[in-house]
């Protein structure tokens, strides 16, 4: 039964992949990478992976989506012709492939016990993680614990990201608040028009961040964590900001603190590592943050999601007011 | 009762597969957007809260049917909502809801 899911959801991965190749209309191209994103997810969870298929449909079906159609808002809906068949560049693909395929056949089959990485710190993992780390969840443990510092570097990627967006782009064009409005692709008379929606959305808005905060602070019991959580947090001030406009949105919370928001995140995860230092410990080692060793992984673990958390949130607002400001500089 | 919950939810489930098939076959075949857009809301709408339902009926009185519960609530509204935003949009760009065949391919 599972093998038949495995291959139906892979054809449509491949059908998805070529169809992306295919189509030169970018909206639709966009809705294909978000289903493709989505049947990983599928695909995810057919392997027991929740956590990773919960990040990936947060992630890839939700957020990029929405990012990408903000982005092209602000250039062109088609994609332009290619001049030449690049051949050569086909024969470097094909031979680059071939090549990963053949490497692939020294490596140990697909779920093997005996595999290397099953033999070497996952039997800890899974055995002492609860006597060690007390996290019901063994991916929160390894991911916020025993890979703390990895996840650290994540976060300082996804902090980066925004700021080199930010950077790159910045907020101009938008000083009158006609443009802002114009900028978020809605005017008010539309606005007005689209009374169920609004209403709708209203309602929505205050589930979804309560949501957030769910899988924020359920982490430790079940899939989820920071990188979900501000991911979800996030998505329901892009829902308000495309109904109610920039402008507004950015009234609840201007680019600014956004940008501070985002810096305060990696300074409470880094934060919780030199506390630990100070506190006699090795960098990100939470056992000596209570008397408990447990309290004290609890702790950790709680603030470094908190700080992932509201870095992803205040990264993904950010890039999507960055990217949706942009709009208004083409009219 | 048993026996009776599990024909009701095998009943739930395969009108659901039914609807989404339908609702696929409609995407497809219908000849404008409207009549698509319809055809993809019984599958949005029918099709997911059977199915849900028919879920509900096999997990009895358990924490799954109550979040199964939720997100059949998270169905009825949001599914409804984004046929009629879609179809109001179009209406607005100028889709004519024409029985005339083909008429936007």
């Known amino acids: 039964m599972e093998l038949i899911i495995d291959i139906t959801l892979l054809t449509f991965l491949g059908l998805t992949a070529l169809a992306i190749n295919r189509i ?3 909206f639709c191209v966009i809705m294909l990478s978000g289903i493709y994103s989505l049947l990983c997810a599928s695909l995810f969870v057919t392997m027991d992976a929740v956590d990773v298929a919960f990040t990936e449909a947060a992630v890839g079906t939700g957020i990029a989506t929405v990012l990408l159609l903000s982005t092209i808002g602000a250039t062109e809906t088609e994609q332009r012709s290619a001049p ?27 779920g093997d016990p005996n595999a290397p990485i099953h033999q070497h710190v996952a039997p800890r993992y899974v055995q002492q993680s609860q006597q060690e780390v007390g996290s019901d969840n063994i991916v929160t443990s390894i991911l916020s614990s025993y890979r703390g510092f990895d996840t650290l570097g994540e976060t300082v990627v996804i902090f980066t990201a925004g700021l080199s967006v930010v950077g790159l ?76 406009g920039l402008d507004a949105a950015m009234r609840v919370v201007s680019p600014r603190t956004l940008s501070y928001i985002a810096a305060l995140g990696v300074l409470l995860y880094g934060g919780v590592g030199i506390a630990t230092m100070l506190m006699g410990g090795n960098y990100l080692d939470y056992d000596v943050l ?12 709680f603030l470094i999601e908190l700080g992932v958390g509201t870095t992803v949130f205040s990264v993904m607002v950010l890039i999507f007011f960055a990217f949706s400001s942009r709009k208004g500089l083409r009219q | 009762m048993e026996t009776f919950l599990a024909w009701a939810s095998t009943l739930c489930i395969s009108i659901g ?10 995407i497809f075949r219908l000849p404008n957007f409207f ?12 099709c997911a809260f059977l199915l849900l339902f028919g879920l509900m009926l096999q997990s009895g009185f ?12 998270f169905f009825l509204i949001s599914s409804p909502t984004a046929a009629h935003a879609l179809s109001k949009t179009a209406l607005r760009s100028g889709a004519q809801p024409t029985p005339s065949p083909r008429e936007d391919r």
């Open chain 1, 24 to 26: 030169d209309k970018l």
């Open chain 1, 84 to 110: 030449r068949r690049p051949l050569f560049a086909l024969l470097v693909v094909c031979a680059t492939g071939a090549i990963l395929v053949y490497g692939t056949m020294d490596m140990p089959a697909f």
């Open chain 1, 169 to 244: 782009i910045g907020f101009r064009g938008m000083q009158k608040f006609g443009d802002r409005q114009r900028a978020a692709g809605i005017t008010r008379d539309e606005m007005e028009q689209h009374l169920v929606l609004r209403i709708v959305i209203k309602m929505f808005i205050p589930l979804i961040l309560l949501f957030a905060l769910y899988v924020q602070f359920h982490g430790d019991f079940g899939p989820g964590g920071g990188f979900q959580a501000g991911v979800i947090f996030a998505s329901g001030f892009i829902f308000y900001t495309l109904m109610f």
């Open chain 1, 290 to 301: 209570r008397h408990d060793p447990l309290h004290g992984q609890h702790l950790g673990i």
């Open chain 2, 17 to 26: 597969v039914f609807l989404g098939i339908t609702g696929a076959v409609g």
């Open chain 2, 35 to 46: 009549t698509r857009l319809h055809a993809a809301s019984v599958t949005d709408s029918g």
């Open chain 2, 62 to 73: 358990t924490v799954p049917t109550i979040k199964l519960c939720f997100i059949l609530v």
